[in-house]
């Protein structure tokens, strides 16, 4: 089945413990990207990656890290975090199909940072 | 900056009726925009996806139409179900490689 996994699904942590969400995608998608979703802010991308071992800041990287090693991987990387991350963060990926640029979900990560 | 807005914030329909979801845009300049459904606390699910050169996209009871010009799309779903109610996010993108710009999305619920 065609589908973006994310691991944990649900996190609770202590403010400056480092941590990682990994995200897979399964369709050989070349584009991946981290979002997060908040109450009244809606969803702002952190990070993206056109493919392997290129990526770029989204609208909100601070105090966020990625890495592109594998196309199918695209980790997010909270070094230190801070109750400021507390949010739902979505991984995604795209491809082009007959429709053009498409792009599919993961299932998303809760986090919450105390 | 392209701005994304979409009204109304909620909706309350019952079984039945027709619904019918606005999403505007400021700069019209867009590769593509997509519709998505999100229930709450999962993640988001594509609905439909209409190319900057489309003028519609039709699958099943949703249709969604795109006016670029006028930076404006609707997505109406034909006689709406109880399992219709989610949050329905309209993006767009600038390019084929950019990012999404999200609105805020419209909040449904439809009652038995």
């Known amino acids: 089945e065609a589908q973006v996994t994310q691991n944990p699904r649900y996190l609770i942590t202590v403010t400056g413990k480092k941590l990682t969400v990994t995200c897979s995608q399964n369709?050989?998608?070349?584009?991946m990207s981290w979002y997060r979703q908040d109450p009244g802010l809606g969803l702002r991308q952190i990070y993206y990656s056109m493919n392997v071992e290129v990526t770029d800041k989204g609208d909100v990287p601070e105090g966020y890290k990625v890495s592109r090693k594998e196309k199918r991987n695209f980790p997010l990387i909270l070094e230190s975090p801070s109750p400021n991350q507390t949010s739902l963060y979505f991984c995604a990926s795209s491809f082009k199909g007959q429709g053009g640029y498409e792009q599919y979900f993961g299932p998303g990560t809760r986090l919450t940072v105390t | 900056k392209q701005e994304v807005t979409q009204i109304p914030a909620a909706l309350s329909v019952p079984e039945g009726e027709n619904l019918v979801l606005n999403c505007s845009f400021t700069d019209s300049a867009i590769y593509n925009l997509q519709w998505f459904r999100q229930d709450p606390g999962k993640g988001l699910t594509s609905l439909l996806l209409?190319?900057?050169?489309?003028r519609e996209q039709t699958s099943g009871r949703l249709n969604a139409s795109l006016d670029k010009s006028s930076g404006r799309s609707t997505l109406y779903i034909a006689a709406s179900q109880p399992g219709d109610s989610a949050t329905y996010l309209c993006?767009?993108?600038?390019?084929?490689?950019?990012?999404?710009?999200f609105g805020a999305g419209t909040q449904v619920v439809v009652t038995p």
């Open positions: 993006a767009v993108r600038p390019n084929s490689w950019g990012k999404l710009q």
């Open positions: 369709m050989n998608h070349e584009y």
């Open positions: 209409i190319q900057s050169s489309q």
